[in-house]
């Protein structure tokens, strides 16, 4: 009876989801909260774990609790098909009701004509796609049980197309992200259970999947590519560790198939073929030294198995390829550029734009864990290690490094496995560790409130909280944050922070918006201009006053000196552009500017009393990559209430719009 409450619960939020309507409502009048009916699914499964504790596993349950939960946070959070979802979707409602890849009225018909670029066309007359069919592939069952839904409910009088783009077609993907993504979890419990007691391996996979990008992908954008991607790569490597001792022909073909498949889902989980390819060529050295021609014979054999496999899974593609493009191996215009000379790698692990690390801290930790595994367990630990440092590279390599509009470090969804056997090998050293120094960990603990009450002294030391006035836990706490921001920076963006801070000269607190805000990075955009009284903050260093605006131009007035920070992709030749006007008054001396680079004087200036755009030319030698000082050192300043201009007490030289910079 509780495996039926569980799965009624589970059938009635996927009505709710793919045909908008509630089950319960017919039946009773009235359609519960989903999290009421979670609720009482949970009810259930606990009562089955209780009944068959200690004869069953109690993993079924729980990722049926999980599963039901998970269509309720889609409800929530208001999942449907979205980004590039549309254009895998694409593939699957022309394969399903045209019978052809010509994806030009699919696009039109999904809300993409305006997608100029889509429409080619190719040589084959067909319209472009630079994503992958194994999405398609795999949301398929999905959208066939989608098709009936649409069926049944066009049937019953309700305005729904049976004609593959109405809304239970687009929310059965949705299902089909949540049930993939907690099978590439059960995957994963399954790989890092090899290795790990299972408390060891169930709180890693929870803590990996939950405290990263992957759970946005599960149950917010679950028709991105990530979840069927986890989980093939999640399979690959649960059946490479299993087959580690001995591996069969048979078991090298199917290595080879799920490399095939894999990428049929994501190009670049062609790179976790390094797995068994590690042991490919361990093992061939081995027989090698051994002089052992049986071996070598029988691990060839068994390399052309996995090859071979790996082809056929990937033919799909191929054939989409030559229907779309006239090739077997087409690359599409439409794809990012890869610049293999210069990958972000800093960037993509440490940055505060999506960086792997700053983004979801928890990696840190399971990074760690998978070091100290190719210390205790090279045959293990090495080969996981390498396949994330070739997949960080690849990733870095990418034009849009940070992965666009995404959320999180989602490129690195192949990761999450090895991820999670990093996590539980760092869970039980600690654990190990604290058993023997529980005096420290938990001082260490307490320590934590000692850092509470110095922030909230900070805070008070600044205004931001005033001491004895009634103040809201969230701002008290946003402020404190701001303080321990300011002392230390982001601490999961050490050591790139801190290394980033003593070579520029900075707080490391800089470091979130100088490092990835580069001028001049992108050669489509060789200029740079600093909006000063706008988005300027964190630009601006000493000698500024508050921003201020006259009618649509916004302005910082300077004192002197008055100092910018440049942040530079490399050094250059750069036309120097600023836009200002002197502080006038009646007698005023003539006002000048030293324009000074990196402490070297570059340019002298003088400076209007009305608006006007200065500029000189700044050489190269002035400049270097990294953060620059840009300095504007007036010849005066003089506070208004001293010269009769008004009682405003502050230093004025000029007043600065902006300063423009571009490669000359």
Same mark, same amino acid.
């Given at each position: 009876?509780?495996? #039926? ?20 409502? /017919? ?20 009562? *089955? ?51 052809? &890849?010509?994806?030009?009225?699919? @696009? ?32 398929? +069952? ?9 069926? /049944? ?11 593959? %783009? ?23 419990? =399954? ?13 890693? *996979?929870? &803590? ?18 990530? $979840? +069927? ?17 001995? =591996? ?40 090698? =030294? ?18 071979? $496999? ?53 990696? @840190? ?27 960080? @590279? ?39 560790? %604290? ?14 409130? #000692? ?154 200036? $003088? ?10 030319? *700044?050489? *190269? ?30 230093? &004025? ?12």
């Amino acid at each position: 009876m509780s495996w #039926v409450i569980a799965g009624a619960a589970a059938v009635e939020l996927c009505a709710r989801e793919v045909a908008r309507r509630s089950p319960l409502h /017919g039946i009773v009048g009235v359609a519960p909260p989903p999290w009421l009916i979670v609720a009482v699914a949970a009810a259930a499964v606990v009562v *089955v774990i209780a009944q068959t504790r200690g004869r069953r596993s109690p993993v079924a349950p729980i990722f049926a609790a999980l599963f039901v939960a998970g269509l309720a946070l889609q409800i929530e959070l208001g999942a449907r098909l979205q980004s590039d979802g549309f254009y895998y979707f694409a593939y699957l409602r022309s394969m399903a009701c045209d019978r052809d &890849l010509d994806l030009t009225n699919d @696009y039109r018909l999904l809300g993409l004509g305006d997608k100029t670029y889509l429409f080619g066309p190719t040589r084959t007359g067909y319209a472009h796609s630079a994503w992958t069919i194994g999405p398609a592939i795999v949301w398929s +069952p999905f959208f066939a049980a989608a098709h009936v839904v649409a069926i /049944g409910l066009h049937e019953s009088g309700a305005e729904v197309g049976t004609d593959g %783009t109405s809304y239970p077609y687009r929310q059965a993907v949705c299902v089909a992200g949540l049930a993939y993504g907690l099978l590439g979890c059960w995957f994963c419990f =399954r790989l890092t259970r090899r290795m790990f007691p299972a408390e060891y391996a169930a709180a890693a *996979v929870a &803590l990996t999947v939950s405290g990263s990008f992957m759970l946005w992908y599960l149950v917010k954008e679950p028709s991105m590519t990530h $979840a +069927p991607s986890m989980a093939g790569v999640a399979a690959l490597a649960w059946a490479w560790a299993s087959t580690r001792e001995g =591996r069969t022909i048979r078991e090298w073909a199917l290595l080879g198939a799920l490399a095939g498949f894999i990428t049929l889902i994501r190009w670049q989980n062609a790179l976790f073929a390094i797995l068994p390819a590690w042991d490919a060529v361990q093992q061939l050295a081995a027989a090698a =030294r051994a002089r052992d021609a049986r071996a070598m014979r029988r691990m060839a054999i068994g390399c052309a198995a996995f090859v071979a $496999a790996a082809v056929i899974a990937f033919l799909p593609q191929m054939i989409a390829w030559h229907s779309i493009y006239g090739s077997w191996l087409a690359v599409s215009p439409l794809g990012p550029e890869i610049r293999w000379t210069s990958p972000h790698l800093v960037d993509i692990l440490w940055s505060a734009r999506n960086g792997l690390f700053s983004t979801a801290p928890i990696l @840190y930790l399971a990074a760690i864990g998978l070091v100290i595994l190719a210390f205790a367990r090279p045959a293990i630990g090495v080969p996981m290690l390498a396949a994330i440092a070739v997949m960080t @590279y690849f990733n870095a390599s990418i034009q849009d490094w940070w992965g666009s509009a995404g959320f999180g470090g989602r490129r690195f969804d192949g990761t999450i496995p090895l991820f999670c056997v990093g996590l539980a090998a760092f869970g039980e050293r600690a654990v190990a560790f %604290t058993g023997r120094h529980t005096f420290a960990a938990v001082t260490a603990a307490a320590g934590v409130l #000692v850092v509470w009450n110095l922030t909230l002294i900070g805070a008070a030391q600044r205004g931001t909280i005033r001491i004895g006035e009634t103040l809201s836990f969230d701002r008290a706490w946003a402020a404190q944050a701001a303080v321990a921001h300011s002392w230390i920076g982001n601490p999961f963006t050490y050591p790139a922070s801190l290394v980033f801070a003593l070579r520029n000269g900075v707080a490391p607190a800089r470091y979130d918006l100088l490092s990835t805000n580069r001028f001049i990075g992108d050669p489509r955009q060789p200029y740079a201009r600093i909006d000063l009284g706008g988005d300027d903050e964190w630009l601006v260093d000493e000698g500024w006053h508050a921003p201020e605006r006259e009618g649509q131009t916004t302005f910082r007035w300077a004192a002197t000196p008055a100092t910018v920070l440049v942040p530079l992709d490399h050094a250059a030749t750069l036309r120097l552009q600023i836009r200002v006007h002197a502080f006038a008054f009646a007698g005023a001396p003539p006002q000048s500017l030293t324009v000074i680079v990196n402490g070297q004087p570059a340019a002298a200036l $003088a400076v209007p009393t009305d608006w006007q755009t200065l500029e000189c030319d *700044v050489a *190269v030698e002035r400049w270097h990559a990294g953060v620059n000082t840009l300095t504007l050192e007036f010849a005066w300043a003089r506070r208004p209430v001293d010269v009769g201009a008004g009682g405003d007490t502050r230093p &004025l030289a000029a007043a600065v719009d902006y300063i423009r910079l571009a490669v000359n």
